[in-house]
């Protein structure tokens, strides 16, 4: 049994529903990102178990407890906003403190578990500071600490890093798991963003239109998408076309891909046409041609310092390949010139069509 379960949710506004039979359980101390595009209904969930949106359907339970008809403040969370949701005119101590002194904790109590907490995100004497005179990054650890202060039960993070610059960002999100993983608390981590969901993840739930496509662990949820929406969503991919001619056996298929047969491990139908996924660094290019696979026109190529990127073209489809600077010189190929293309079947993603 789950530590946190999330029944058969709903959510509507204005008679649409933003949040549908969404099911979920998540484990005592595990880090689980909420991952999807904007309007997929990830910070909706996350503010109804938060407390701040009444539920419209379904049960949200915390270590067994129904919580979903009690107030935020009953409910034993801490949140981590994405606009940090700072006191102004508060120090940085009386931010943090401010929860406690709401659940009526004892000055000397409430000053130990600040200073702690301080210390916790790397801030150790920054408590008489206000926010105006910190960077976003520490003004980001500040509301962290503010929500660990209070020993919530489950820890919420809406975006918290969205504000920081690229490098911030990266530490930012090195130090949350750390803290996480020290402190032990579960967590659920709202994002748009892949890598960051991918980096941090025990699991990811990726969500489309108010339900969950799928939830898997980071590895599983890009190696073997479930839908064509995670397949399309999660990294990126090239959708090829393929033309089955024939059948091995009762699970394997021949299927044509520009010209080149290769094996795969689905039952298709003989001259169905059917489209597939390959990720742009599954594909190999060289100059031999001959051999394996099928030949494209380098279209145009991106130096992007560990790996190139080439911009390819068969028949009238284009792909893109992501090829390591240390398995081909991206001084060796020019715009315009033909290289041997290929992939391995095993690197195959099979569309909905062909499950």
């Known amino acids: 049994m789950g530590y946190l379960r999330i029944n058969n949710l709903v959510k509507t506004f204005n008679r649409t529903e933003v949040v549908k039979d969404l099911t979920l359980e998540i484990s005592k101390g595990e880090l689980i990102s909420f991952l999807g595009p904007s309007g997929c209904g990830k910070t909706t969930t996350l503010n109804m178990i938060a407390g701040?949106?009444?539920?419209?359907?379904?049960?949200?339970?915390v270590d067994g407890q129904a919580v979903h008809l009690l107030p935020a403040n009953k409910r034993e969370m801490g949140m981590v906003f994405q606009n940090y949701a700072l006191f102004p005119h508060m120090t940085?101590?009386?931010n943090i403190a401010y929860g406690l002194k709401l659940r009526k904790v004892s000055k000397v109590?409430?000053?130990?578990?600040?200073?702690?907490?301080l210390d916790m995100v790397r801030l150790a004497g920054y408590e008489k500071r206000y926010p105006k005179e910190l960077s976003g990054g520490q003004q980001q650890r500040v509301s962290l600490a503010r929500a660990l202060v209070i020993k919530p039960k489950v820890l919420l993070l809406d975006e918290p890093l969205s504000n920081l610059d690229a490098k911030l960002r990266q530490e930012m999100r090195e130090e949350i798991v750390d803290i996480q993983k020290q402190v032990g608390i579960t967590t659920i981590f709202v994002t748009h963003d892949q890598e960051e969901a991918l980096?941090?993840?025990?699991?990811?739930?990726?969500?489309?239109?108010?339900?969950?496509e799928q939830v898997d662990d980071p590895i599983t949820i890009y190696n073997q998408p479930k839908?064509?929406?995670?397949?399309?969503?999660i990294g990126e991919v090239n959708k090829i076309q393929g033309v089955v001619v024939g059948?091995?056996?009762?699970?394997?298929s021949r299927v044509n891909f520009y010209g080149d047969e290769q094996l795969l491990p689905f039952q298709l139908r003989t001259n169905e046409k059917l489209d597939f996924f390959v990720r742009p660094e599954k594909i190999v290019i060289t100059q031999k041609h001959e051999g394996e696979g099928f030949q494209s026109i380098v279209i145009k190529k991106m130096f992007l310092g560990a790996k190139t990127r080439y911009f390819l073209k068969v028949e009238d489809k284009d792909l893109i390949a992501d090829i390591p600077n240390t398995a081909l010189n991206p001084h060796s190929i020019i715009e315009g010139s033909k290289v041997q293309t290929f992939w391995q079947a095993e690197d195959i993603l099979p569309s909905r069509n062909v499950r």
């Open 247 to 252: 059948g091995e056996n009762g699970n394997e």
């Open 92 to 94: 940085v101590f009386d």
């Open 199 to 212: 980096a941090i993840s025990d699991r990811i739930a990726v969500m489309y239109e108010g339900r969950i």
């Open 109 to 117: 109590e409430a000053k130990k578990r600040v200073l702690e907490a």
């Open 52 to 61: 701040f949106l009444d539920v419209d359907g379904g049960r949200i339970e």
């Open 227 to 233: 839908t064509d929406f995670v397949s399309q969503f």
